[in-house]
C-alpha cells in the first residue's frame, strides 16, 4: 500500500483528506479515490490532469472536473452554503486557473463565492466599481501575478482579512512567481497574509475556515 | 512636510495608521506621534528604538515601550478585550522578540492573548501537553525560526485559521528567515497562510480581524 | 594618479562627470572635486558622509550638502529652471532619503521639482487627492520600498512616462530591496521603466533628460 | 465573462489595453479581440502563438502578424508617423525577437524606428559605425542578453534618455536573463532605466511616450 | 574510452563504482555495464530510463529494473543481509520515486528495509503509530518534500542517526526542492544530516555504511 | 517563564537538550542553565558570547569556556571515553572555529576525538600523509569552507560514513558559505551527508550516535 | 540584414567571428555561413542541432559536425598544430559533451589536444596515474560537474593555468551547474579561472591563445 | 598546531603558500609567517588588517604593507622582473583596492605591471586612449564593479588573453558584486576568463603563469 488516507483528519481539523495529484501516477489516483469513496465523504482531487480525471469517472459517475482549475470534486454530503461569502478578486485573465481552483475548493466545502475577474491595478477604476461586493465579503481572497500590487490595493481600501495568492503569470524577472510573492509577503497594508505561489486550495481552505466562524 | 497620515484609515479599514520606525529618524517618529496624539487614538509604533522611545515619553507620559518586542503603544481608547482569544504559539525563547510584537499588537487592538511559548517540533510532547490552550483559541499565530516546521505540525492538529510568522532565528542556510519562510509557505497542512519574517505586527493584525469576526 | 576625470562627458552625454563616493577615501574625493573645480562647472558628489563634505568645505566655501540625501552639489552654472516639472511621488516617510537624492540631482541639473510624498497605496485616498500635480508634471519618478506597488498604480492612471526607484526599505522577504525591484520591473501598467535599488541619482539623471526634450 | 475590458484606458493612460496572450487560451485572446473590434480602435495582443493569430484571423482579415516578435497588430486609426524617430539597437541576431516586437509596438503607436542590428560590445567598431543615427534619435531602446555590457556602452556616448531590455539570450550563468538585467540595472552610465527580461512591448511603449513628448 | 571505471573502488571504499545515467547516452550505459560484467560483480545504474534498461537485458538477462525508482540492480554476489535495519520514512506518496531509489540501493548494499510511508506531519498520528518500527531501526532515512518538516518531527523522537533527503516534490516556492533542502539543513532536532534533493542512492549508500558498523 | 527545558528529551532521543545561545539573551541563557543545572547534568551551549561565559560562571565555578569554538560545557557525568574514535579533518586554519565547536560536543558527548587540520586539497599531500588516522576513525567529520572540496577528496580515499561541515570561510562567490554547502550536497563520492554551514555541533552529534553504535 | 559579419575580428582579436547558433533560426545560421564562406576563412557554429548541419551542408560539401559537441567547423586554413598541448581533463562521462565542444573547438584553432576523461576526485588515483599528460601541457582545461573539486585538486598539482569550466551534470541542488560553478570561483588552490557553465568554446579559445604564447 | 604549512608546494606549483588572513586570529598569523621566514622564501599575506601587519613587523623588519591592497609582502629572493608585462585595468577609482592586491602580488612574483586606471566604459575614449599599453601586454588583467562591462569591452579589442575580476563595488542589485560576476561569465567576447569577486590576489597569480611562459 502507498497511502496512508488519514481518516481521522475531519474529526482533527475539520474536513476529510484532499489528494495532491502531482507527481501520482493515474493508477494511484484512481485507487486512492477508490478508496475514500466507501468513506462516503466529499472528495477533493487537486492538480488533476484529464487523465487522471478519465480514470477517476470509471469508478465514479459523478466526479465532476473543473478543467480550467485542474480540479476533481465528488460530492456525497449536502451542500448547505454559507451566507456569508468568500470574495475572490482576480487581476487579470492569465489567473483564472488559480481562480477556478480556489472557486470550486470554496464551494465544496460549502461556502459561498463571489468572483470579480480583471480588476488589476492598471485599471484601478475597474477594482473601486466592485468595492461594494468585495466589502460585503467575510473574508477576501486575491489573485495576482506579475507585481502582485493588487493585494496591497485592496489591503488599504476593506476591513477583512485577505488571503493573497501570488500566481506564476508573467516573465522574466517575474521568476516564477517569486515577483508576486515577495510583493504579497511585504505589503504595505495590514490584513494579507499569503499562500504558495498558485495554492488557490491552499488560500480556498483557510478562507473557509474564516468564512465559517 | 514628510508624513501624511492617513486620517480616513479607521473609517476605511477599521484601524488608525500604525507607524513603522526602521529607515526613520527619531524626529520624525517624534512628530508623526505628535500630530497623532492630537486624534485621541490608540497609537502603535513598531521596529522602535529605545532612544525614539524616549523622545516619544518626553511628549506624551503613558507610552509604553516592549523592549524585546521593541514596540510602542499609546492607549486613549477604553479596552474592550474580546471573549474569544488569539493563541501564539512559539518554537524556542530566541523567537520571544516576534512574539512580544505579536502580543502587544494583538492586545492594544482589544484581542485576549494566550501565549504558548518554546514548544519546537524537536520535542513534540511540549506541544501536544498545550494542545488544549491552542484548540481553544479562534485564530493562531504560529512564530518560528530555523525550519519552521511548527506551522505544519500545529496546522495538521488544529481546525482554526494559522497565522504562521516566520523569523530569522538561526544561521548559514537559514538565510535570514528564508528557510523557514519557505517551509511555511509550502506546508503540507492546509489552513495556513504566512506574513512577512519577523513580521509579528502583520500577523497579530490579520488575526485580530479574524478573531472578532 | 588615481582618476582619469571625463572631461569631454559633457560634449558627449551633456552633463559633467558625477562623483560616486562610496568606496572612495575622503582624500580621493576631495582631490577629484579640487581638480573638477578648476574646470568651473556644476560638480555632483552622490553618497557621500558628512566627513566627505567637511573635507570638500575646506577647498569650496559654497558647496552645499544635503543630509538625508547624502549629496553634495557645487553650483557655478547660473541655474534657469524648466518650466515643465518632475513629479517625485514616493510611498512613505522611509523613503525620503532616495526622494532628496532626486530631488537634489533634478535640481542642480536644472529641472523644477514637485515632490508628493508618503502616498503608499496602503491608503489609496492620498494618491488621488494629488493626481493633478501628477499628471501636470513631463516625466514622474516613483519612489517606493516594501512591495513597491505605487508604481503600478500611477502608472495606470497617467499618460506620462514613469521612471522607477526601488528603495531597500523593509525587511525580511524584502531582501534589501529585492522585492521592490521585481515588484516594478514586472508591472502590469505600461510606461513604467526602472533603475537600480535606491538610485534616486540615476532616476533624476534621466527624468532630466527627459524634461529637457 | 472573463475579462473587463479597460475602455477609459486611453482617456486616462493615452492608449488602448493591450493583450498580454501568454496563458491565455485560444479562445479567450479571440473573444478579446472580438470585444475589441466593436471600439475601431488599433489592437495589440503580444506573446501570441500562431495558433492565436488563426484565430483572431477569422473574425478579422487584415489582423497582421509579425511572427519572430510573436506579435498581432490590427491598425483602425489613420498612423501619422513622428519625424522624430526611436532608434532600436540590438547586440546579437538572437536578440531578434525581442526586437521585432519592439518595432512592432513602436510603429502601431506612431512612431518612426530605425534599427541597428547586431552591434554587441564585442566588435564596437560596429557600433561607432552607426553612432549617428543613433545620436539622431530623440529616445533609444537598446537590447541585449548575455552580460548586456551594449547598454552602458550606448549610454556613455549618446545623451538620450535610454531604454534597456535585457534578452533571455545566453546560458549557464545567464540564469535566463538575469545576468544581462543585473547588467542593466548596474550600469555606470547615467541616462539608462530598464524594463523585464524580453519586453520589448514595455520598452517600446515608453520609449513612444517619450518620442512624443 | 569515454570512461575509467574504478575498479579498485570496492577495495577503498568497500563498494564498486556506481553508474549514474543522466547525461550518458543509452549506448554509453549499455558499454559500461557490457565492461563491468566481466568483474562479476553487483551493479547498480540509477537515473535509468527504460530504454536504458532495454539495452542492459539485451546483455544480461536478469537485469533487474525499478520503474518507479528508475534503477537497475544486478546480483553477482550472494546477498545476506543484514539484522538490523534501515528504516525508510515518507511523508506522502509523491515521494515513492525516490524511495524506491533508496530502498533498491540499500538492497542490493545487503541491508533489510523497513519502508514507512505516507506519514507527512500533517496526520501526525500515523507517524506515532508507527514508532516502534522507526525506532527499532539502526539507522533511519527520512524522505520529505514541500516543506520537509517530517525530518526534524523524526529527528525529535528517536535516537538514531537520520538520513534526511528532500524531495523536489511540490511547486511554486518550493523551488525544485529547495524548501525541503533548507528546513531539513535547519533543523532544529540534532541528529539529522542531509543528502542532495531526489537523491534516494546516495541516502541509502552513506545509511548502509552505518547500518553494517 | 520563557522556556520550556525538555527534560525528557535523555529518555526520547539520549541525550540532555543543548542550549542555542543566539538570539538569547545574557540573563536567559543565565537562567536556563540555572535551572538544568539542578538535574545534575552534563550541559553544553554553544554559539556563546564570553559574556554569557562570565554569567554562566557565576552559578558554576566548573564552567569550561572553548573561546574559539564559543561553547560552554559543564560535566556532570563520569566521562568514559570510546574507544573507537570520530576523526575530524579540516582543510584550513580559518576553518578552526567550527572545528573546536564539534570537538568540544564530541568530547562532551563520550567520544574520543583525533584532529587532521590545514590539509586541504590545495595541496593534497598534506592529506594522503594523514590518511591512516582518517582511515582508523569510525566516522569521519569533514570541515571546509571556500569551495569544500575536501568532503569529497576524502569520500573518495575511505569506507566510513562523512558528516560534511561546509563553513563560511571564504569571500565573494562565496555566499556566507553557500558555495561551500551546495559543493558537498553534490558530492561526487558516495557516503557523504551533509549539516548546515558552521554547525559543528551538529556534525558532533550525529557522529557521535554512529560512533557509539 | 539580420547580422553585422565582424570581418575585422581576425585582424583586432586574432580570429574571425565564431556563430552561436542557440536562438537563431536555422535559416540565419545557413545564411551567416553562406556569407562567411566568400571570406575563405575557418568557420566555427557552437550550439548547432542537427538541422542547422544539414542545412550548412547543403552549402558547404566538406562541413563537418561533432555530434557529442553540437558544434559545426568548416575548415579552409592549412592546420599547423602547435607543439605544446592543451590538456583537457574531465571528471565523468556525463560531461564529454562539454570536453567535444572544447577539444573542437582547440583543434580548429590549431592546438595540439590532450584528453584525460573521466578522472572525478571520487577515485583520485585516476587522476594521479594521469599526471605526467597533464603536467606536459602548457594550459589545463578542467571540465567537470556536480561540485566541481577537480579544479581544485589539479590546482594544487601542477604549475600550469587553469580554465575551469562548470557542467550542468548533476540534479537537485546543482541548480543547473551553480554547485560546480561556485565551487570553482572559490577554488584554494592559485592558479584557477572559470568561463561559463558548460563553456566549452570559451575555454578552448582562452586556452589557445595561452598555448600560442 | 593548527597549520600545516604547504612546504612542498614551490616544488609542485612552483610558488610557496600564500597566508590569507581572513578568519584567522592576529597571533595565527604571526606565527605563521615566524614559521615561513625560516625557509627564507618570499612571503605573501592578503587581506591582512594593519594589526597583523604591526604584529608582523615585529618579527620581519621589513615587511612591507599595502594599506589599500590589505597584504603584506617580505622580500627574500632577487627580483628578476619579467620583459613581458601584466596590464591591470580597472574601471574606476573605487576598484582600487583589488588592483592594488592584484597588482602587488604580481610584483612580488617578479612580473612587470602596468596600470590603466579608471576607464570605465561610461567614457570609453579613456579606454580607447590607452589601447597600445594594453595591447602591449602579455596577459590582461580586468577589474570592474557594477556593471562589469569593461571584461567584454577591452576583450573585444585586444587578442590577449583576459583574467577578469569582478568586484564588489556597487550598491542594490549589484548583491555584493553578483552583477558584475555574471556579466563577465557571459561575456559575448571570447577570451575572458574569470577569478572570484575581488580576487585580485588570485587573478594576478594566475597572469604570472600565464605571463612568465
Ligand atoms: N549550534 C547549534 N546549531 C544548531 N542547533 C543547535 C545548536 N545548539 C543547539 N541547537 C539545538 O537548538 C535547540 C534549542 O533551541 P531553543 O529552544 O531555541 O533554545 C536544542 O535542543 C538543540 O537541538
Ligand atoms: N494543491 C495543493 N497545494 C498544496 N497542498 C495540497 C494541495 N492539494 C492537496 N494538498 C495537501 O496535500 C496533502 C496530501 O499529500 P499526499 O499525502 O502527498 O497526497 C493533503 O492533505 C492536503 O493538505
Ligand atoms: N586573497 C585570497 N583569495 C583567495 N585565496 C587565497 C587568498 N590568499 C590566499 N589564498 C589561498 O588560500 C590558501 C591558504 O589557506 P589557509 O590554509 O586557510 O591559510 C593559500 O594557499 C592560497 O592559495
Ligand atoms: N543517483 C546518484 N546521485 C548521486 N551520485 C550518483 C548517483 N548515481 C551514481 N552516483 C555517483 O556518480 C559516480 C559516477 O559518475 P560518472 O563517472 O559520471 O559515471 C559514481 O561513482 C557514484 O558515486
Ligand atoms: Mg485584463
Ligand atoms: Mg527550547
Ligand atoms: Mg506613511
Ligand atoms: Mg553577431
Ligand atoms: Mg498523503
Ligand atoms: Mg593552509
Ligand atoms: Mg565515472
Ligand atoms: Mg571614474
Redesign the interface.
Same mark, same amino acid.
Given at each position: #500500500?502507498?497511502?496512508?488516507i488519514?481518516n481521522?483528519?475531519e474529526i482533527?481539523?475539520?474536513?476529510p483528506? $484532499?489528494i495532491?495529484c502531482?507527481?501520482?501516477t493515474v493508477e494511484?489516483v484512481k485507487s486512492?479515490v477508490e478508496f475514500m469513496l466507501t468513506k462516503n465523504k466529499n472528495i477533493i482531487a487537486t492538480?488533476a490532469s484529464e487523465e487522471m480525471y478519465k480514470a477517476v469517472k470509471e469508478i465514479c459517475e459523478d466526479a465532476n472536473y473543473n478543467k480550467l482549475g485542474r480540479i476533481i470534486t465528488i460530492r456525497r454530503t449536502e451542500e448547505k452554503y454559507t451566507d456569508s461569502y468568500i470574495a475572490i478578486v482576480a487581476?487579470?485573465?492569465?489567473?483564472?486557473?488559480v481562480v477556478e481552483e480556489a472557486a470550486e475548493t470554496a464551494k465544496i466545502l460549502g461556502n459561498r463565492v463571489e468572483k470579480v475577474?480583471? $480588476?488589476? $491595478?492598471?485599471?484601478?477604476?475597474?477594482l473601486l466599481a466592485n468595492l461594494d461586493i468585495i466589502r460585503g465579503a467575510?473574508v477576501i481572497i486575491v489573485v495576482a501575478?506579475?507585481?502582485?500590487?493588487l493585494a496591497? #490595493?485592496v489591503?488599504?481600501?476593506?476591513?477583512?482579512?485577505?488571503?493573497a495568492v501570488?500566481t506564476? #503569470?508573467?516573465?522574466?524577472?517575474?521568476?516564477?512567481?517569486?515577483?508576486?510573492?515577495?510583493?504579497?509577503?511585504?505589503?504595505?497594508?495590514?490584513?494579507?497574509? $499569503? #499562500?504558495?505561489?498558485?495554492?488557490g486550495?491552499?488560500?480556498a481552505?483557510?478562507a473557509s475556515?474564516?468564512n465559517k466562524?
Open positions: #500500500v502507498f497511502a496512508k488519514d481521522h483528519r482533527r481539523v475539520g474536513y483528506e $484532499v495532491y502531482e507527481g501520482k494511484q486512492i492538480r487581476a487579470g485573465t492569465s489567473d483564472l486557473p475577474i480583471d $480588476v488589476g $491595478v492598471a485599471g484601478i477604476h475597474r467575510k501575478g506579475m507585481e502582485g500590487a496591497s #490595493v489591503g488599504g481600501l476593506v476591513d477583512k482579512p485577505i488571503i501570488p506564476s #503569470v508573467g516573465y522574466g524577472a517575474n521568476f516564477g512567481g517569486l515577483s508576486s510573492l515577495l510583493s504579497m509577503l511585504n505589503s504595505c497594508a495590514s490584513g494579507v497574509s $499569503v #499562500v504558495n505561489i498558485d495554492n486550495f491552499g488560500a481552505y483557510i475556515m474564516i466562524i
